[in-house]
């Protein structure tokens, strides 16, 4: 597509603040929360991450497109964003293994783009005014869109879970290794997958809605919550199937949705952030181990770090060393432990991959 091609569109926000930019393939409306990530690489990844489910994605990375898309770079089967604010959008890509542009992968997703966007005013304004919805158009009908917005449901309370679940159970890995995984689809990525297949694992994986009964006819060495989008607050199926692992004592591992499921299923409330955590080299420091880890990030709710704390049978063992909200815990006397972040990566460094390595250690030890 020629740059002299491309309509003019805008980014509305909620509270009536205008940016302008220029479409890129369709037109057309999309809507949701705008939240922006700070990696400088792995769009294909954010894209297809189900977490983001509902979310208009700002990259702060000034160009996006640049090395076009693998078929093996996805973390789901589709994307998942409603739409992409950038600054520069390339219509081009260089790399030699790519199978094609991103301009192509809007197209066939059927998604809207626009980007000559100041992405980096747009992220300063949401970061002081916090998270909000907001719409994205090549109608410039400003008045329209502001009645279109008002019917936008806010995150804080809002289910997402049942959107990117699978309908059905599936199996992932070598049906003949060494341990079987029960993991709750509230929204996985598939590199949480290939984590556990590559450590000799079997995954069944189930839907967002399966009892405990369900995934235990399994017979698994250990269970799994995955992470996924939305509020965790409505999610009581999930709560009560973590109710019923811990009160088995069986091998638990939860991550980011997943964490946030193991503190309401103890009583420990979560919370909206001002603004979420999103991007790749958040510092988080091991309260355990003393270390400190860089890791990818996706999320808009936190555990209530004074009730963590007040809670006899948790231990706080990871802490976000930007704002000292909870990053991760442990229960003292089960077998459960629970990380905010994301030690799959995919993209991001792997600094928290032993977290995987833990999982399996304590299905060892529970043996």
Do not use: W
């Amino acid at each position: 597509m020629k740059y002299t091609q491309r309509k003019k569109a805008i980014l509305l926000l909620e509270d009536g603040t205008i940016f302008e930019g220029k479409s890129i393939g369709k037109d057309g409306t999309a809507f949701g929360e705008i939240c922006y990530n700070t990696g400088m690489t792995g769009y294909q990844e954010i894209f297809t991450d189900p977490s983001y489910f509902g979310q208009l994605m700002l990259t702060t990375n000034a160009h996006i497109g640049n090395y076009g898309i693998n078929n093996d770079e996805v973390e789901s089967d589709s994307m998942k964003i409603s739409g992409l604010v950038c600054k520069n959008f390339s219509f081009n890509n260089s790399r030699i293994d790519s199978d094609g542009t991103l301009e192509e992968y809007f197209e066939k997703e059927n998604l809207l783009a626009i980007s000559d966007i100041d992405t980096r005013a747009v992220v300063r304004y949401i970061r002081d005014k916090g998270a909000m919805n907001a719409i994205i158009s090549t109608n410039l009908d400003v008045e329209v869109l502001k009645e279109t917005l008002k019917s936008v449901p806010n995150m804080d309370g809002l289910e997402l879970a049942s959107k990117v679940s699978t309908k059905e159970p599936y199996f992932y890995g070598n049906e003949n290794a060494t341990y079987k995984i029960s993991a709750l689809d509230i929204g996985i990525k598939k590199n949480i997958l290939r984590n556990l297949a590559s450590r000799d694992c079997y995954i069944k994986v189930f839907p967002f809605n399966a009892t405990f009964e369900e995934m235990n006819a399994f017979n698994p060495d250990g269970f799994f919550l995955s992470n996924g989008p939305g509020d965790p607050t409505p999610l009581k199926e999930a709560q009560q199937v973590a109710k019923e692992i811990i009160k088995r004592d069986l091998p638990l591992f939860g991550i980011c949705l997943g964490h946030q499921i193991i503190a309401l299923a103890n009583g420990i409330s979560t919370y909206k952030m001002h603004n979420g955590h999103r991007g790749i080299n958040h510092p988080v420091k091991n309260l355990i181990t003393g270390k400190g880890e860089v890791t990818s990030q996706n999320h808009g709710f936190v555990v209530n770090r004074e009730e963590l704390e007040k809670n006899d049978e948790f231990e706080l063992t990871h802490i976000h060393l930007n704002d000292n909200t909870v990053a991760g815990m442990r229960m003292k006397n089960k077998n459960c432990f629970s990380v905010q972040y994301h030690p799959e990566a995919s993209p991001g460094p792997h600094d928290s991959a032993y977290l995987f390595d833990q999982f399996i250690e304590n299905i060892k030890n529970s043996k």
